[in-house]
Nanobody, 126 residues
Framework: QVQLVESGGGLVQAGGSLRLSCAAS????????MAWFRQAPGKEREFVAA????????FYADSVKGRFTISRDNAKNTVYLQMNSLKPEDTAVYYC???????????????????WGQGTQVTVSS
């Protein structure tokens, strides 16, 4: 089992920045990739960004490219999401996810991830 705990959410004005963290604990040695998803009220959960644990390849949704950066600290088993130039449409609950199956995966598919955090609220005011 892997436990994921997100932190860093909050209220920010449009154009501002936030940095989310996701700390993983438990059987983390098999982690292949980690990702961030988000879910706005009344909408489906959507992919934001992902990072391969070995090698560090990154992947982004078109809506956040150039504004968000995903990174990881292998020693701390932590993944980060630096969010800049935030927009009101970025308002959502942000979830961290981890994958422990084979390294090849469909990056943006919810079903490809094995463990999920509880989420952290990000609210961007206009």
């Amino acid at each position: 089992q892997v436990q994921l705990v997100e932190s860093g959410g909050g209220l920010v004005q449009a154009g501002g920045s936030l940095r989310l963290s996701c700390a993983a604990s438990g059987r983390t040695f098999s982690t292949q990739a980690m990702a961030w998803f988000r879910q706005a009220p009344g909408k489906e959960r959507e992919f934001v960004a992902a990072i391969r644990w070995t090698g560090g390849s990154t992947f982004y949704a078109d809506s956040v490219k150039g504004r968000f950066t995903i990174s990881r600290d292998n020693a701390k088993n932590t993944v980060y999401l630096q969010m800049n130039s935030l927009k009101p449409e970025d308002t959502a609950v942000y979830y961290c996810a981890a994958r422990q199956r084979a390294p090849a995966w469909v990056v943006g598919a919810i079903s490809e991830y094995d463990y999920w955090g509880q989420g952290t609220q990000v609210t961007v005011s206009s």
